[in-house]
């Protein structure tokens, strides 16, 4: 058996911060090779190296046994190594065919019709349909991860990198998506997914890596070890199972009726949602991503109009501010921190208040109380443990995995009623995004409510007291005896039951 | 200061003396002639005083703008309409109130001919740099329609208003030989501390901020974008008016077509200069103000006034690409 890729001894510096030190990679050919760890373990770092878009500062790659080296992802891309990034490269506004092309177009004219003929071909191979004059903007998430998949193949990439394919991903889906991985290894392709979620990777790969604090750790057949072993070997210690804690729902807080809010392209994005949150309980939207779940925080919010009737206990929110709302008590994680939760530029202290400075005990007449701010600086650095220099410090310079730290304790300040949590764990490991999850159930237990999105079902099914399913637009309630079955709630998710 | 900086100054520093080689002026003596006739006297320092409350002013507005993310290239149109506006009041005689009526009046003008901007690019989307230049041309011929016609004084040939009355002019505090200390540039530096309270120490200033730095976070964090942009639209374009309106009570005494050499522009450099703190503007408003007469001293050894707009060029773009240079984020 060949090695198709060898790294040895990869050490890899930013400034004087090591994200790898010493790693070694064997990935044989013809296998589903998964690469697992925390964030920040140096995954994607790796990845990267052996894509060209990071240079190693120390060790050696080899591909069936031939040193290379890359000044950059184009001759990466030449030896035949492609790569599909966490965050999708496809730009909206051209068609799928004009996607599948760029940045391999055949030459300075392109023959659409032949590139069609070949797109099709490709497709054919792996069992997906296009249609390819179709605007990407157009295509479902699922879509998306096959098209970048087709660009590989149209690059004749031969070493396939994927970083966590399956985030945007319904379970049948991702299924779907490793049948067809599968196919392409026994034709000859190599495999090396990103992920962190053990379940696939015991169903469908063939090798495990584990890295750790930028360290190899262990690499091993997936029949040799268990999701128990892998988990404490990302981790460092041994992972504690969440134990649930009893819920006793209180009375109504939040009362949604017949919402409907609409997208991004006029089409109602929600469509007559009605739901109840209680107090005392958290509650939990599963879903694959874009069918709603923004919209519909956008709506709770007051950021985007909507048609329904919304109510805090008696009070109707239905046309009230988005100040108004915080006032009641309303608060969020926003989905995407860098453009809707924070301001970069600002240091903690002054973000400590971003959304909070009308509140009383932070507004003292026409300017903030500079007591209360220093108080709430300190409380949202210290509820979870973030690693941060002092208060005044820029956010920007956070890492990411603090800077949701510093979110999802913001969330928690001054009395909320309702939290509204967009992935509050995304980008922090798995011992913080327990405390997280912690933080939030004690707020629910001291009497608010919590309603979190996530797209990592085990993680709602973990901490979850009850479990919405949203499917274009429409909400449903997995039914209490269900809230464990995953393929069940996987069979909302996509509307097949 | 780095290394990096000292570097920039003495580049900055061989630009201006190279600057002046071309132009045909010995270095050693351009500076002396500067020390001697600019900064070192009664006269220069009037004239340096005088140029900087303009400046000082507009420089406040443009910063004010800049800090709710919106670029007021319009601050010259302002200055212009609030000036002409003032000139109407001070002309006619409201006994002790013709003053504080010209000012109001001014500023409210100035105030009045930002609205739109603030409107259309709160709620059409309409981008102020471009509605802010359509308003600075209308200002400009409208000002020049008014001159030659209903505004004109009758005695005069040239397209100018009459002088206002001596009991309208503003106060000079300190008259001592040539030099002149005049009251409007105590208004320039209270309205330059009052901005730093706003913006520095009440929610008001502290959600115009964010607005500036992130209008959809700014959104999500209950605050109101719009609101917020038409306000400091109109504020900036107010305190425009206001320094036209002083410009008229204090200095010109009159409106002429021509009025502003471009004030609104070289405050875009004072307030760029300024950085993060409304408190600098005191600082790049003074400087500003010490270049332009230097280049008026210089004029008369043969240089020419052009270059002290290049020299300014230069500094705002060193200074922006070092400012305002894009930063990396983290995920």
Excluded at chain 2, 231 to 239: E, H, L, N, W
Aim: hydrophobic share 45%; glycine share 10%; with cysteine.
């Amino acid at each position: 058996m060949t090695h198709a890729v060898q790294m040895i001894g990869i050490t890899k510096l930013f400034g004087s911060v090591e994200a790898l030190r010493d790693v070694d990679l064997t990935v044989q050919s013809g296998h589903i090779h998964a690469i697992v760890g925390e964030n920040g373990a140096g995954k994607t770092t790796l990845m990267k190296v052996l894509y060209g878009a990071h240079q190693a500062s120390e060790g050696q790659i080899k591909l069936n046994g031939e040193p290379v080296s890359f000044r950059d992802s184009k001759e990466a891309i030449a030896a035949g190594i492609g790569m599909v990034s966490q965050h999708y490269s496809i730009i909206p506004e051209l068609t799928c065919l004009q996607n599948l092309v760029l940045g391999a177009e055949p030459g300075p004219v392109i023959s659409y019709a032949a590139a069609e003929s070949r797109a099709n071909e490709l497709a054919k191979q792996m069992g997906f349909q296009f249609n390819w004059h179709e605007e990407a903007s157009e295509i479902s998430p699922s879509q998306g991860q096959k098209l970048e998949i087709l660009k590989l193949l149209w690059r004749n990439a031969k070493i396939l990198i994927l970083d966590e394919p399956t985030a945007m991903l319904a379970p049948d889906d991702a299924d779907l998506l490793y049948a067809k991985l599968h196919e392409l290894t026994e034709q000859g392709a190599t495999v090396l997914v990103v992920t962190h979620r053990l379940p696939e990777v015991m169903e469908h790969c063939d090798e495990v890596t584990v890295l750790r604090g930028g360290k190899l750790i262990d690499s091993c057949p997936v029949s040799q070890t268990n999701p128990a072993e892998l988990a404490e070997k990302m981790v460092g210690q041994a992972v504690t199972e969440h134990s649930p804690i009893p819920c006793n729902p209180g009375e109504t807080l939040l009362a949604v009726r017949n919402l409907v809010v609409k997208g991004d392209k006029g089409n109602d994005a929600v469509k007559d949602a009605s739901f109840e949150l209680k107090s005392g309980e958290l509650v939990g939207i599963a879903g694959v991503d874009g069918n709603g779940q923004r919209e519909l925080f956008y709506a709770l919010m007051g950021t985007r109009h909507s048609s329904g009737e919304i109510y805090l206990g008696n009070q109707n929110l239905t046309n009230a501010s988005t100040a108004e709302r915080i006032q009641a008590g309303i608060r969020l994680i926003a989905e995407d921190r860098h453009n809707e939760a924070v301001i970069e530029d600002w240091s903690i202290a002054d973000n400590a208040i971003l959304g909070l400075q009308r509140t009383n005990r932070v507004l003292a007449g026409r300017s903030i109380n500079r007591n209360t701010q220093a108080e709430l600086a300190k409380n949202v650095t210290e509820t979870f443990p973030t690693k941060f220099d002092n208060v005044n410090q820029r956010f920007r310079d956070l890492s990411g995995g603090n800077q949701q730290k510093v979110v999802a304790a913001r969330s928690l300040q001054e009395s909320p009623q309702v939290v509204l949590a967009f992935q509050p764990t995304r980008g922090i490991d798995l011992y913080v995004a327990g405390l997280v999850y912690d933080g939030l159930i004690k707020a629910t237990r001291e009497g608010a409510t919590v309603l979190v999105v996530s797209f990592d079902l085990d993680e709602l099914m973990t901490y979850c007291d009850r479990i919405l399913v949203m499917n274009h637009g429409e909400i449903a309630e997995v039914p209490a005896e269900l809230r464990q079955d995953r393929s069940a709630i996987g069979r909302m998710m996509v509307g097949a039951e | 200061m780095s290394w990096k900086q000292i570097l920039l100054a003495l580049a900055g520093f061989g630009v201006v003396i190279g600057a002046l080689i071309v132009a045909g002026a010995v270095p050693s003596d351009a500076l002396q002639t500067v020390i001697q006739k600019a900064l070192t006297t009664p006269a220069g320092w009037r004239d340096i005083l005088r140029e900087t409350t303009p400046l000082l002013l507009l420089g406040c507005s443009v910063f004010l703008a800049l800090k709710a993310g919106l670029f007021n290239i319009g601050a010259d149109g302002q200055f212009v309409v609030g000036a002409m506006a003032s000139v109407a009041v001070a002309l006619q005689n409201f006994g002790p109130l013709t003053i504080p009526l010209a000012i109001v009046v001014g500023t409210l003008a100035g105030g009045l001919w930002a609205l739109p901007v603030g409107l259309i690019k709160a709620y059409r989307g309409g981008h102020e740099v471009i509605t802010t230049i359509m308003l600075n041309n209308i200002a400009f011929f409208l000002s020049v329609f008014l001159v030659k016609g209903v505004l004109k004084d009758p005695e005069s040939q040239s397209p100018t208003t009459a002088y206002i009355a001596e009991a309208a002019k503003l106060p000079n505090l300190v008259q001592n030989g040539p030099f002149r200390l005049n009251i409007a540039l105590l208004f320039a530096i209270a309205v330059a501390l009052a901005l730093w309270w706003y913006l520095k120490r009440t929610v008001g200033g502290y959600e115009l901020n964010a607005t500036g730095a992130n209008s959809k976070a700014a959104k999500f964090a209950g605050i109101q974008i719009e609101k917020v942009i038409v306000r400091s639209m109109t504020t900036s374009g107010a305190i425009a008016g206001l320094a036209g309106a002083l410009q008229v009570l204090a200095y010109e005494n009159r409106f002429y077509s021509g009025f502003s050499p471009g004030y609104g522009f070289d405050a875009l450099g004072v307030a760029l200069l300024a950085g993060g703190s409304p408190l600098a503007l005191l600082g790049s408003g003074l400087l500003f103000g010490i270049i332009g007469k230097s280049t008026t001293v210089l004029s008369l050894t043969g240089v020419p006034k052009g270059l002290s707009f290049i020299l300014l060029g230069i500094l705002v773009i060193v200074f922006a690409s070092f400012r305002y240079r894009k930063e990396p984020s983290h995920d």
